[in-house]
Nanobody, 120 residues
Framework: QVQLVESGGGLVQTGGSLSLSCVASGGTFSRFPMGWYRQAPGKEREFVASISWLANYQDSVKGRFTISRNNAKNTVYMQMDSLKPEDTAVYYC????????????????WGQGTQVTVSS
């Protein structure tokens, strides 16, 4: 049974930083892109970033967020700097389909989400 478990969310002031982690179990995902999505209150879930051998980012987070992975640990990370109130959302880790680097298709697996709140 595949499980993705996120951690690292919390409350931070504008301009602050948070680091998210996601540990995957129940399979081997080194061949698959892994990504982060987020869902703000009243909005649809949106793609934030993905990583395979390259990283890809939503325009609004480029230069502020950095995604990375450790395949030996089945773990994906996202360092979030210069946080803004509009980054407030539940952040979800995902195992994405082969060849999807921009979130154009539904991921194969989702985590349960971790709350990120940025106060102004």
């Amino acid at each position: 049974q595949v499980q993705l478990v996120e951690s690292g969310g919390g409350l931070v002031q504008t301009g602050g930083s948070l680091s998210l982690s996601c540990v995957a179990s129940g399979g081997t995902f080194s061949r698959f892109p892994m990504g982060w999505y987020r869902q703000a209150p009243g909005k649809e879930r949106e793609f934030v970033a993905s990583i395979s051998w390259l990283a890809n980012y939503q325009d609004s987070v480029k230069g502020r967020f950095t995604i990375s992975r450790n395949n030996a640990k089945n773990t994906v990370y996202m360092q979030m700097d210069s946080l803004k109130p509009e980054d407030t959302a539940v952040y979800y880790c995902a195992v994405m389909k082969l060849g999807d680097y921009s979130g154009s298709t539904s991921p194969l697996y989702w985590g349960q989400g971790t709350q990120v709140t940025v106060s102004s």
